[in-house]
């Protein structure tokens, strides 16, 4: 099982490469909208790159909470933890 950092990086990898978004706002205290300016269209292609990456079904419930990067990592270990039992 990948480790809250391991995740992390990924996710952030995904952000920086596919996104454009600035390395150095890239932490897990940024927010998606605000920090790292994406828009409801760009959450659901994240979404759809997370589900690639880690073959985990992604609910919308799962990411309606979520406002942080942080918020997104602990959501994927969480699944990924489910998934694993």
């Known amino acids: 099982m990948k480790t809250k950092e391991e995740i992390l ?3 952030s990898a995904v952000l920086i490469d596919e996104f454009e978004c600035d390395s150095e706002k890239v932490t897990p ?3 998606l909208y605000e920090d790292l ?3 409801s269209i760009d959450a659901v292609d994240l979404v759809v790159r997370l ?3 880690t073959d985990i079904k992604v609910n919308t ?3 309606k909470s979520i406002r942080t990067l942080g918020d997104v ?3 994927i270990e969480r699944l990924l933890a489910e998934q694993s039992k």
């Open 61 to 63: 419930d799962d990411f």
């Open 73 to 75: 990592v602990s959501v």
């Open 29 to 31: 205290e940024a927010r």
């Open 37 to 39: 300016d994406l828009d």
């Open 9 to 11: 990086k990924e996710i």
């Open 51 to 53: 589900q690639q990456q």
